[in-house]
């Protein structure tokens, strides 16, 4: 405790970060130290596991020492320690589980188990506001596109998830296809800027009716028959020399429009589904959390649904959108304070369903 | 060699249904085919005919690498996608494991190598049209 303010330090290591931040009463950030490894991946196409969770141990206890020196906090005045338990890699799981019991146990204070989208659902309070509720949740990143009804920051409620590929999935693997390099969202938000998103009309997996799920893998293959062309059949406009399919054959100029072409048909369908829960539970903010909530075009599409919804809109900066510790310190804290802790024997999930 | 062709999602979901009455507890299932082929489309099926109830329980796992479904037999659904080695990573996973007690469907699993147990089902899916595909079980001793 520092001047009365509950201090939690918050480890994550769910994924590509190593991350650990302090965080007081729950809002204010103390420190926010992050190592990613996406450079390591990018030489590979992705996330290589057994490579993820070897850095993350040589990474964590960097990482937490820089928590606490960027903070200027010393361990006996810090109240909890927090920890993404749920969902993402085992073994890079483990790695943030083992560091957190060790350092809750040495210190002698209560341990948090924290489920990582909850904690993206959170993200937006932090050096901010409290949120005001109900709000309707979006959290999208590689392995998550969950809409959340959210009663408070510890009462959420599954609205929809995707019944396929994730949002950021798609975004890779069309990366992927248009060979422009992983990881595939930021390169595509950034060749989308100057492009012309109607360029060509890719599906818009809606589902049935008034469904919250989503449904990304149509179009990822609707991008494939594009660039590669439909087999056995013959294309009706070939943007390429007769004949011929395949990415080499588009210029840099189309491919960016093709790039562009599909994130709006992702915004779009994220932006219809978010407009659909917002109504259906009465929000009064939306929320956006996960590391897709970082692309430019879905936050210009989702301040316009705000506005027309007369709903006030959360928009995490950057770096509490993409994986850190503080949404995880800053989550804990309404667990802390309702006396939902864990004990040593807190176990890492890899998947959680529902 | 068998071949079998669909011509829609849901000719896809129910040939997924009938063979999975081929497999059971400590059966591996190894799927080939390109991005967009109907990898996770097939297994969903496989799954519902290996008795899971909730269809939408079945999802990608390019991120998480494994997911498990509660069927009449456990299903266990990995995906290789993302894994540079991935032989030695299916150890880690705990492929032997599962198949202890369930049936092991793995997604780009061209990229184990030789790591697969053997004897092992094999499925390569070949993209025919645009909502057509081919799937070839084969038996791999």
């Known amino acids: 405790m520092i001047d009365g303010e509950t201090i939690l330090l918050g480890v994550e290591t769910s994924c590509d970060e190593t991350a650990c931040a302090l965080v007081a009463d729950g809002r204010r950030v103390l420190s926010n130290a992050v190592a990613t490894q996406i450079d390591l991946h990018a030489r590979f196409g992705g996330v290589v596991p057994e490579i993820a969770s070897r850095a993350h141990i040589e990474a964590i206890n960097t990482v937490i020492d820089k928590a606490l020196s960027d903070a200027a906090v010393r361990p006996e005045q810090i109240s909890a320690v927090a920890v993404t338990r749920e969902p993402g890699l085992i073994g890079s799981l483990l790695v943030g589980v083992m560091a957190a019991k060790t350092l809750a146990w040495t210190w002698r204070v209560p341990l948090v188990g924290v489920n990582h989208v909850y904690a993206h659902a959170y993200a937006a309070a932090l050096d901010a506001e409290p949120i005001e509720y109900p709000a309707a949740a979006l959290i999208c990143s590689g392995g998550h596109t969950a809409l959340y009804r959210c009663g408070g920051p510890l009462d959420l409620e599954l609205l929809g998830t995707t019944i396929d590929d994730a949002a950021g999935e798609a975004f890779d693997k069309v990366a992927s296809i248009l060979r422009l390099g992983y990881p595939g969202g930021p390169v595509i938000d950034r060749l989308s800027r100057d492009a012309n998103p109607q360029a060509v009309h890719f599906p818009r997996t809606l589902l049935a009716g008034q469904s919250l799920d989503f449904s990304f893998s149509g179009l990822k293959t609707a991008v494939l028959y594009h660039v590669n062309g439909v087999p056995g059949t013959v294309r009706r406009r070939s943007p390429a020399p007769a004949g011929k399919t395949g990415i080499e054959n588009f210029s840099e100029r189309e491919i960016a429009d093709i790039a562009a072409s599909f994130q709006q048909a992702v915004v779009d369908v994220l932006t219809i589904k978010l407009r659909r829960a917002a109504r259906k539970i009465g929000a009064r903010t939306l929320v956006l959390g996960g590391g897709v909530a970082a692309n430019s075009a879905l936050r210009t599409s989702v301040a316009a649904l705000a506005e027309k919804l007369g709903c006030t809109l959360r928009l995490p900066p950057m770096r509490f959108c993409l994986d850190n510790g503080a949404m995880v310190a800053g989550l804990a804290y309404h667990s802390l304070r309702v006396g939902q802790v864990s004990d040593l024997a807190l176990e890492a999930r890899a998947t959680v369903r529902r | ?141």
């Open chain 2, 1 to 141: 060699m068998e071949t079998f062709e669909t011509h829609s999602l849901t000719e896809t979901y129910a040939l997924g249904r009938e063979l999975a009455g081929r497999f059971g507890a400590g059966d591996c299932v190894a799927l080939v085919g390109a991005l967009g082929a109907g990898k996770t489309a097939l297994v969903r099926g496989v799954a519902l005919g290996l008795g899971l109830r909730d269809e939408r329980m079945v999802s990608s796992p390019t991120f998480v690498l494994a997911q498990e479904y509660p069927a009449d037999v456990p299903v266990y659904h990995l995906d290789l996608y993302r894994l540079a080695d991935a032989p030695t990573e299916l150890e880690t996973l705990g492929l032997d494991e599962m198949l202890s007690d369930g049936v092991a469907l793995v997604e780009w699993a061209d990229r184990a190598g030789a790591a697969l147990p053997r004897p092992h089902w094999r499925i390569d899916i070949e993209i025919t049209g645009r909502r057509s595909r081919r799937f070839r079980l084969s038996r791999v001793d």
